[in-house]
């Protein structure tokens, strides 16, 4: 299983760095895992770029009207396209102006995390967060209670 994170932008902060680092390190031993920040230079270079680096891969754009789902929801979507030959999985956080219609399109889900707004570094850790989650659900792992 090879899951790519895209991320418009880049950590700054040593404490965001700190906790994406943690995630990372974490998931080592259920999936490969790679992190593409995308340099923050207008939405078409972005989308563009988004667009590029998700080719061949199964594409969820994280959007606030996308498809809501519980920790077990994600566990279960991503054990499903597991389940259905889906090896190469990738997430999107699109940039402070959001992707153009182009990701849309190109997306084959949508994932929100609900209606509030985060900033992109806390939407970045809480989503390394949820698939590591998701994996310890799926293998009935304590961690998720």
């Known amino acids: 299983m090879r899951i790519t994170v895209i991320a418009v932008g880049k950590l700054k902060e040593r404490f965001w760095k700190d906790a994406v680092a943690e995630y990372v390190k974490r998931l080592g031993g259920y999936a490969k895992l790679r992190i593409v920040e995308i340099p923050d230079r207008?939405?078409?270079?972005?989308?563009?770029?988004?667009?590029?680096?998700?080719?061949?891969?199964?594409?969820?754009?994280?959007?606030?009207d996308g498809e809501q789902r519980s920790s077990e929801g994600i566990a279960h979507r991503l054990d499903e396209l597991m389940t259905y030959g889906t090896s190469d999985i990738v997430f999107c956080i699109g940039g402070?102006?959001?992707?153009?219609?182009?990701?849309?399109?190109?997306?084959?889900?949508?994932?929100?995390?609900?209606?509030?707004?985060?900033?992109?570094?806390?939407?970045?850790?809480?989503?390394?967060?949820?698939?590591?989650?998701?994996?310890?659900?799926?293998?009935?792992?304590?961690?998720?209670?």
């Open 42 to 64: 207008g939405i078409d270079f972005e989308s563009d770029e988004i667009i590029r680096v998700a080719e061949g891969a199964h594409l969820i754009l994280l959007a606030i």
């Open 96 to 145: 402070s102006d959001g992707v153009n219609e182009s990701v849309y399109k190109r997306a084959d889900e949508t994932l929100s995390f609900g209606q509030i707004t985060l900033p992109h570094n806390l939407a970045r850790v809480v989503l390394l967060e949820q698939i590591y989650r998701a994996f310890k659900i799926m293998r009935g792992e304590p961690y998720h209670k």
